[in-house]
């Protein structure tokens, strides 16, 4: 082997001058790439023998820069550059710079689009058919990547790339979340160096829970604070370090905001720009955006406007008290793109300031899935209630009209502007057989390697394609086997071809689409599928064998208007067959369109931390506990046994808390007087106070709370206790049949996130010492009647939170 031989005539000596490392043949199809073994040395004296190269695994010279852009949760029809109300000058920038590619697209939901977008593999052989919330037994759906599809990060890594994550990240299981790990699908175990940002589907951008790697950071909610700067500080820090140190090091970079998922979060001068611009209401907006994009081109000139669906009322027919609120989420929802892209553009600042910024391949991808429809038909002011079956009249949202978009709100806009954020299409986000569901405008930016400025690319391509694409641009082979696993080809192909070629033919001719029962399939220019559920529907439309599916021609019929499903059978016959096929050899079926029992761990299969346990005990200093990983309170009889120090000097501080400003409960210490909090989602507060101050030295301070039953979010009455007297006791009349928090956990010692009662700052953390605390479920089962209400009532409210994200 010219490796063995290579090194043999080096250690004798024969070699004029030594191999440098990067002569040396490398494999980059096996990693990580072998080092070499270098042959036993004869020699006594150091000096009369050539030293070896020293290895070093470096890209290879010409590989570019890569970083990535995933916009949340925005439709083909919201942003400027593609025809939309939101203001995007860093991403027109972009586009007119290089290329808009209209017809690239998502999985329809988010999980699953961005382990396809990081693997080069479809979403269900990444174990992804949903979300981890509600994840199966099933091959295809268990929410666990398989270690034969290494992500594109770690192959990158291993090819001498440095590697970071910001953002969300919203792919590792939910019993995985916990300290107790494991921890193989953290960002920082899946290729990347560097991760800071949030796990899980939302945050609150005000006051976000953070993972620097693997250690959670502390934000305390402060003025002019917002996530959306915090990540692109913490990434314009990292490229710049990696370039100071590393010049020639190509990096890349996955920016993934949590905008402009909901909370729509934004500061209030970013609202003001939209005022009054969304005052003609989402019909309008749609035939306005139509136009804009015709005369763009992102879509032909002959398109027609899709037709709504008809859950969407008409604008003309709601009263003024909905418009003026309706409008308002949607100039909150424009400030908040407009914000997180001129966040973005001082990262695409830094870059230039670096001299990166030509050789940096960028894709910036607007939107993971189609725009989200989960506000329902009125949108939300807080969300928890959404996900606790407790409805918000529009009076009630009206009252708080100002307060959307601040801290104080955990807002969602109505269902009409996610179906006009996807002009020109009928449907929205979690709809996969729709490109209303899927199709998401792209942008590439490449000027060393994209000769074409400001034009548009028309060819067919999906999110598997990324993968591939950089791979090729970085002279990198698609490795066989990684970290000892032979691995799983990636499914994608490359986009190169057109990226010179505005007419380079198509080269993805096949694509299946699934999420819940909606489901399709594009195949050379035909596309056929089925709605299965709406995203605002609770109950499948049909029996799975019993939908109906619809047939377009895409190549001719860009907004997919004409249903040819009556007037070709044969073909649609031949697209389902296709459909059939893709689906078995990607893990699709069984398909699982269950709802409520799917968010259920027993009953899907999936572990589940707290199964089968009564009592969970934790201890100071543990915070952020998911709310899957921590014992459900919720709809029980419970005691809450607190083992703590008191200080000499005025106690004060969280003992437990799990929740925060939109719903939660805490137990706290306030001016040496122990405080029981429940706060039911935002709207009412329930207090127990003691009364009593605490003497210093070892108390038990209990909660007992003793649940009413009849039901889920019922009442009860709670009792205080410290060591052993009854010092307190109150009436909780409601409580959270569902859920507590989307974006915060449970925390002791402290409260971080938002906090739960008024009465203190976050995070109020205890200055005593708390030895352990006890959280015991008591054995007074509800009816049977009852129970299966309660597990209804949490399943369905799992399952809605699950979608959302």
């Known amino acids: 082997m010219l490796w ?31 080092q070499p073994v270098y042959p036993p040395v004869t020699e006594l004296d150091a000096r009369k023998v050539k030293p070896p190269p020293f290895f070093q695994i470096k890209a290879p010279p010409s590989a ?34 290089g290329l808009r590619f209209n017809e690239f697209h998502t999985t329809a939901l988010c999980s699953p689009t961005r382990v396809a977008l990081l693997t080069g593999r479809n979403h269900h052989i990444n174990n992804m058919g949903s979300i981890t919330e509600t994840a199966t037994a099933f091959q295809g759906n268990t929410g666990v990547r398989p270690n034969s599809v290494a992500p594109l990060a770690e192959i990158l890594r291993l090819n001498g790339y440095a590697t970071g994550a910001f ?64 990540m692109t500080n913490q990434a314009i820090a990292w490229v710049q370090s990696e370039k100071a140190l590393t010049p020639d090091k190509p990096f890349f970079m996955y920016f993934a905001p949590g905008a402009t998922h909901a909370p729509h979060h934004v500061p209030k001068e970013w609202i003001a720009k939209y005022k009054g611009q969304f005052d003609m209401g989402w019909d309008k907006l749609r035939e306005q955006t139509l136009e804009r994009q015709k005369k763009l081109g992102v879509v032909p000139s ?15 027919a709601l009263t003024a008290d909905e418009k003026r609120l309706f409008a308002r989420q949607m100039e909150v929802f424009a400030g908040f793109g407009e914000y997180a892209d001129t966040e973005i553009g001082r990262l695409i600042a830094t870059l230039k300031d670096l001299g990166q910024l030509d050789n940096t391949l960028i894709f910036f991808i607007v939107g993971d899935n189609g725009a989200s429809a989960e506000g329902g038909m009125n949108g939300l002011f807080n969300e928890m209630t959404y996900f606790n079956g407790v409805p918000e009249p529009i009076e009630e949202q009206v009252k708080h009209i100002d307060d959307l978009g601040g801290p104080l709100g955990h807002n969602h806009y109505a269902a009409g502007w996610a179906v006009a954020g996807d002009t020109p299409f009928t449907w929205t986000k979690q ?24 034009e548009i690319r028309s060819q067919w391509h999906h999110v598997i394609d990324v993968a591939p694409t ?68 609770t109950k499948v439309r049909a029996a799975l064998g019993d939908d109906k599916w619809e047939l377009y021609d895409t190549k001719s019929d860009f907004s997919l208007t004409n249903d040819l499903a009556l007037a070709n059978p044969g073909k649609l016959r031949e697209m389902q067959k296709i459909f059939t096929q893709e689906a078995i050899a990607n893990h699709v079926l069984p398909i699982d369109d269950r709802l409520f029992e799917r968010a259920n761990p027993e009953v899907a299969g999936r572990p589940d931390l707290m199964a089968g346990r009564n009592s969970l005990t934790v201890y100071g200093d543990m915070f952020a506990i998911p709310e899957n990983a921590f014992i459900n ?27 925060g400003r939109f719903g939660g409960w805490s137990l706290y210490i306030k001016d040496g007087d122990p405080v029981y909090h429940y706060n039911f989602l935002g709207q009412k507060s329930f207090t127990v106070r003691s009364g009593k101050r ?4 070892k108390a038990t301070i209990a909660f007992d709370f003793a649940y009413d039953g009849g039901g889920p979010g019922k009442g009860g009455t709670g009792t205080l206790s410290v060591n052993g007297e009854k010092v307190a006791a109150g009436r909780i009349a409601v409580t959270q049949c569902c859920g507590f928090s989307a974006t915060v956990g449970a925390d002791v010692g402290m409260n971080t996130g938002t906090p739960v009662s008024p009465e203190y700052s976050n995070p109020f953390k205890f200055n005593g010492k708390i030895e352990k605390i006890t959280i015991d479920l008591k054995n007074d089962k509800a009816s049977s009647a009852d129970q299966n209400a309660i597990e209804q009532e949490q399943s369905e409210s799992k399952l809605k939170r699950a979608v959302a994200n």
């Open 470 to 537: 950089i791979l090729e641009a970085a002279g990198l082979p698609e490795p066989r086997v990684v970290n000892g696993t032979p691995q799983t080809p990636i499914q994608g192909v490359s986009m190169l071809p057109a990226f010179d070629d505005a007419k380079a033919p198509e080269n993805h001719l096949t694509q299946y689409f699934e999420m819940f029962g909606n489901r399709g399939v594009y195949s050379e220019g035909w596309l056929a599928g089925t709605v299965h559920r709406a995203p605002w529907e």
């Open 64 to 97: 570019p820069n890569v970083l990535i852009v995933l916009i949340d949760d925005m439709g083909f029809g919201q942003s400027s550059a593609f025809g939309g109300p939101v203001r995007m000058p860093t991403l027109d920038a972009l586009a007119n710079e």
């Open 431 to 454: 709809v996969a057989s729709s490109y209303g569901g899927t199709r998401n405008g792209m942008v590439v930016h490449w000027p060393k390697g994209v000769q074409a400025k400001n």
């Open 167 to 230: 953002g969300k990240s919203h792919e590792t299981p939910v019993w995985e979340l916990s300290a107790s790990g494991p921890t193989d699908r953290w960002p920082t175990r899946s290729g990347f160096d560097k991760f800071y940002g949030f796990i899980g589907g939302e945050t609150d951008q005000w006051a976000p829970t953070i993972w620097d790697g693997m250690t959670k950071i502390q934000i305390d909610e402060k003025p002019g604070y917002h996530f959306m700067t915090d």
């Open 302 to 316: 002959d398109a027609k406007l899709a037709p709504k669906p008809e859950a969407i009322k008409n604008w003309d």
């Open 4 to 34: 063995t031989a290579g090194l043999a005539a080096l250690a004798s000596g024969s070699l004029s001058q030594p191999l440098t490392a990067q002569e040396i043949p490398l494999d980059r199809t096996e990693l990580p790439i072998r």
């Open 694 to 697: 605490l003497a210093p030295g």
């Open 633 to 659: 309170v919720k709809n029980a009889s419970f005691t809450i046994t607190a083992n703590v120090i008191v200080p000499k000097e005025t106690a004060n501080g969280v003992l437990v808390a799990q929740g």
